[in-house]
């Protein structure tokens, strides 16, 4: 089992930034790939940033050039740098954990973003 806790969202001005935080406890393997989800009012759940034990990244392109993904693999915690923020951003952002040898994926509770346009 494992268990994520998200961090670090809230309310920011359009062009700005935010960085968002999730820690991940319990049991957790080395070929778990970490990521983040959002979801925003009225629209489908969208997979926009992914990092593997090796670093290895993978943007949407509605984030890519914006947001930055990183990962602490002693601590494992992944952290996520928003950059130039703007009101499609808002959406609650899940941090998620996939084990593909157990084909299992875990969630965060979620954390609000909001963009005022």
């Known amino acids: 089992q494992v268990h994520l806790v998200e961090s670090g969202g809230g309310l920011v001005q359009s062009g700005g930034s935010l960085r968002l935080s999730c820690a991940a406890s319990?049991?957790?393997?080395?070929?778990?790939?970490m990521g983040w989800y959002r979801q925003a009012p009225g629209k489908q759940l969208e997979m926009f940033a992914r990092?593997?034990?090796?670093?290895?990244?993978n943007y949407s392109p509605s984030v890519e050039g914006r947001f930055t993904i990183s990962r602490d693999n002693i601590k494992n915690t992944i952290s996520l740098h928003m950059n130039k923020l703007r009101p499609e951003d808002t959406a609650v952002y899940y941090c998620t954990l996939h084990q593909p040898f157990y084909d299992k994926e875990y969630w965060g509770q979620g954390t609000q973003v909001t963009v005022p346009s």
């Open positions: 319990g049991n957790i393997f080395s070929g778990d790939t």
């Open positions: 990092i593997d034990i090796g670093g290895t990244v």
